[in-house]
């Protein structure tokens, strides 16, 4: 079997490593030539090959199942159904209501229903196809209205998870308001109201790899799982009830993970393996195409949302009205946080003294929803940002100085109550998109056709749809959006959020090596070379070994949130304290506190010794560990948050905010409305920049799939439940030819309460780049364009002008 890179250890004598320096990711090198070893990649020499049956309806009775003729064809081992589960049926991350295999009905198109291992892949495919199950269809619940109507099927009747209190019907998963202030009194004091009916359609995380992973039947009786995936831990309590095996019985290792993004926090082809696996005595590997990938995670959450701004004439917010609707498709993930996110979050990083704001998730018959980039933030973000656009417009103030006006900073306080007690430079940033220099104007004229040498050439490259030859420029127009998000770092709502790192310190060929062990997945996000620069930088070595991230030690939590630098790193960086304070204490016991120095304060490790806080050497590392290495392992947990309230939405539910503003620049062809995103430039508070580089992509990476957001992707769901573009043909995602040039600000005020005062990086630059798209794209046309992504159509007279 193979073992992925991410499993090695690594070294670089020499390199940039240690905090605040841009130190090369261990695994660059192999993945931009392809040599490195994906979940994908795996192999053993005597494994089978799985195969899920998927339900072609979003909702139907199970009438009958017939496995015979799939039993019957040849290199075959094992076909199981709902009646072959030997304990628990159910899973779920937050609440267990997703079948392993559907029994008596499906709840969406793509619902697994059977599993088969043969000896060949297309085995598997083939004898899937000739399992006969009796289908009788049932009406399909596919938005609010059909969701809570009168008549509306009821998805899951016999609830008893502890939101079903709290909501006005079974099929509403959760709702949570929140209040502030006294809107009804309020609003009459408002000089100028707008009010806007936004959509966001579901959008995919596209992770390049697609679900995948080996299931090794172990001698114990249990097994052992290599699989790409967030968070290891969660995975294995969900699949030691599946299984019937006590948690330690099934152990995970994290193979190569190619992209998440949110994709792989719930369970897909995990515990199918594992049954396969359990059932032939025999390894069993899952590899999903993308077509099934599309069936086999969740998605982002489409929404529909209802703001209301009421503000005076100088500008100054006076109270907001929000509704915002998710559809959280047949089974509830994590749509409970995501309920959470918008609510609190959901009138952005604004200074609002009145708000009625409700958020709620349905169960539908659309695909199932859950973690992606951004978490609820992103399709509040949309609209409050495109009701601050209208605002600004009716009170004719310039969009960022009425955002400046109106800005958070530290000290403020939250609609939920809670003090914003670290740096929020939310004007700062707006200041520094708006003050960089705009992109040059393009001038737009065709060559003659008469005289090929002569006339002034265009780089059709460069248009809207260039690359397809469909203009020389006429009918474009460029236009410039702002925008500005809020995000919360970690896990919020009173979850106990913590992460587990084992450090240990040992002399290897007389050097002192640092060797780091945690569970914190690795899904390109750069955790590997954040985990070694902190090691580097508390233990003062050079060699530092990171292994395989498994569940032999403590939880890490899922690589989500932005919060694995925060968290991990925050227990490597305990850890390795707690090291170096038995190494000092080591040192002492040999040469006595009176003995050159060891007395003073200050002692720390650089350069492989013991030194003092002036640089004086007092001894070697290698010759105090011996042959004794120092080990340790910590759990470290940020301070901890409470859950808002169920009715007022009130209390201090999350760990840290962080803050990304953009400014975009489009140019559109309003003849055949196609967008060119020109330039996307952002300022982001980072508080401190761990990895510079590795900063910079994240940034990047996040703006980007904002850009994708507002323009390209959306997975279609008809009125009937069903996918209509389950491809990369047909769901399409930016490419390096989308990318615009993407300047970046990054501001570093330290957060006191995160370890080196750090802030997660990774989602809040998703949140502001959609709407700033929009934004631009809406001042270039005039349209109102409340809905996104923003299509071809909406652009070419069908959408209603702003006004």
């Given at each position: 079997?193979?073992?992925t ?15 605040g ?43 009958s199942i017939?496995?015979?003729?799939a039993?019957?064809t ?27 295999l559907?029994g ?6 793509g ?21 006969r ?12 209205a059909?969701a809570?109507?009168?008549d509306?099927p009821v ?22 308001p929140?209040r ?8 009459p ?46 995975d ?46 025999r390894?069993v ?12 995670h ?15 004439r ?23 946080a995501?309920?959470g ?6 009138l ?27 978490f ?44 914003i ?39 059709v490259?460069a ?14 127009v ?27 310190l ?43 991230a ?25 850890s ?6 038995e ?21 720390r ?19 105090l ?9 910590l ?21 840290q ?28 508070d980072?508080?401190?920049a ?49 990318t615009?040039?993407?300047p ?11 370890p080196?005062?750090?802030r ?11 709407p ?32």
């Open positions: 079997m193979s073992v890179p991410t499993s090695a250890s690594f070294t670089e004598a020499g390199a940039p490593g240690r905090i320096e841009s130190a090369p990711r261990p695994d660059g090198v192999l993945k931009v030539t392809g040599e490195f070893a994906y979940a994908s990649d795996l192999w053993h020499e005597d494994m089978l090959w799985g195969h899920t049956l998927r339900s072609p309806h979003p909702h139907a009775r199970i009438d017939d496995v015979a003729e039993l019957a040849p290199g075959v081992h094992a076909v199981l159904t709902h009646a072959d589960l030997p304990a628990a049926t159910t899973y779920g991350l937050e609440i267990a209501d997703q079948p392993v559907a008596d009905v499906v709840r969406y198109q619902e697994p229903v059977a599993v088969v291992a043969a000896d060949h892949p297309e085995t598997a495919r083939r004898a899937a196809e000739r399992i199950v009796g289908y009788a269809e049932l009406p399909v619940v596919h938005d609010e059909s809570t109507g009168p509306a998805l899951h009747p016999d609830r008893t998870d502890p939101y079903a209190r709290h909501v006005p019907h079974p099929n509403v998963l959760h709702r949570q929140v502030r202030g006294d809107v009804a009194a309020a609003a004091t408002a000089d100028v109201v707008v009010t806007g009916d936004y959509e966001v359609g579901m959008q995919d995380q596209a992770m390049l790899g697609p679900e995948s992973g080996l299931a090794v039947p172990a001698e114990d009786g249990g097994v052992d799982l290599y699989v790409a995936t967030q968070w290891l831990h969660v294995q309590r969900q699949l030691a009830p599946v299984l019937g095996l006590a948690p330690e019985r099934v152990r995970l290792t994290l193979s190569g993970v190619g992209g998440a993004f949110g994709a792989r926090e719930d369970l897909s082809m995990q515990a199918h393996a594992c049954l396969l696996a359990l059932r032939t005595g390894p590997k899952m590899a999903y195409n993308r077509h099934e990938s599309f069936f086999g969740v998605h982002r959450h489409p929404a529909r949302l209802r703001y209301e701004h009421g503000a005076t100088d500008g100054r917010l006076v109270y907001v009205r929000a509704r915002i609707v998710l559809d959280g498709g047949a089974y509830a993930s994590s749509s409970t995501v309920v996110n918008a609510a609190s979050l959901g952005g990083p604004y200074e609002v003294p009145h708000a009625e704001v409700e958020a709620l998730a349905l169960y539908t018959n659309n695909p199932p929803c859950g973690a992606m980039r951004g609820g933030a992103v399709q509040a973000c949309f609209a409050y940002e495109a009701q601050m656009d209208k605002l600004a417009a009716a009170l004719g103030l310039h969009p960022v100085e009425l955002r400046q006006r109106n800005a958070v900073s530290q000290g403020s306080f939250m609609p939920t109550g809670q003090p007690d670290a740096p929020a430079p939310v004007a700062e940033l707006l200041r520094r998109v708006r003050d960089r220099p705009l992109p040059p104007e393009r001038q737009w004229e065709a060559a003659d056709p008469a005289d090929p040498a002569g006339g002034v050439r265009v780089d490259r248009l809207p749809g260039g690359l397809s030859n469909t203009s020389h420029g006429e009918g474009v460029r236009g410039v959006g702002y925008a500005v998000g809020i995000k919360n770092v970690g896990f919020s709502e009173g979850f106990d959020d913590y992460a587990t790192a084992r450090v240990r040992e002399a290897i060929g007389g050097e002192p090596v640092a060797v780091v062990h945690t569970a914190a997945a690795e899904v390109g996000q750069g955790g590997v070379t954040v985990q070694t620069q902190i090691a580097r930088t508390e233990l003062g070595v050079t060699r530092v070994s990171l292994l395989p498994d569940t032999r030690v403590g939880s890490a939590g899922s690589t989500s949130a932005s919060r694995q630098t925060y968290m991990t790193g925050g227990a490597v960086r305990q390795c304290a707690a090291v170096r304070e190494v000092l204490r080591r040192g002492r016991e040999r040469f006595g506190t009176g003995h050159r120095g060891w007395s003073e304060p200050g002692l490790l650089a350069g492989g010794k013991v030194v003092t806080a002036g640089g004086e050497v007092l001894a070697p590392l290698a010759e560990l011996g042959d004794e290495p120092v080990e340790v392992e759990e470290f947990r940020h301070r901890p948050t409470e859950p808002f309230d169920p009715v007022t939405g009130q209390g201090a539910g999350h760990v905010y962080s803050f990304c503003a953009h400014r975009a620049v489009v140019e559109v062809d309003t003849e055949l409305g196609l967008v060119k995103v020109v330039e996307l430039a952002a300022a982001q980072v508080g401190r761990i990895n510079p580089r590795a900063v910079l992509g994240q940034i990047h990476g996040g703006s980007t799939q904002g850009l994708g957001l507002a323009v390209l992707e959306e997975i279609v769901v008809g009125p009937d439940g069903r996918v209509r573009n389950p491809s990369f043909t047909d769901y399409l995602i930016p490419t390096i030819l989308d615009p040039s993407m970046v600000d990054v501001l570093e005020l330290a957060d006191e309460h995160a080196y005062g750090l997660g990086v990774g989602e809040a630059p998703t949140l502001s780049a959609t700033a798209v929009v934004a631009a794209v809406r001042q270039a046309t005039g349209l109102a364009l409340e809905r996104v992504p923003v299509r071809p159509e909406h652009l070419t007279g069908t959408a209603a002008p702003v006004g």
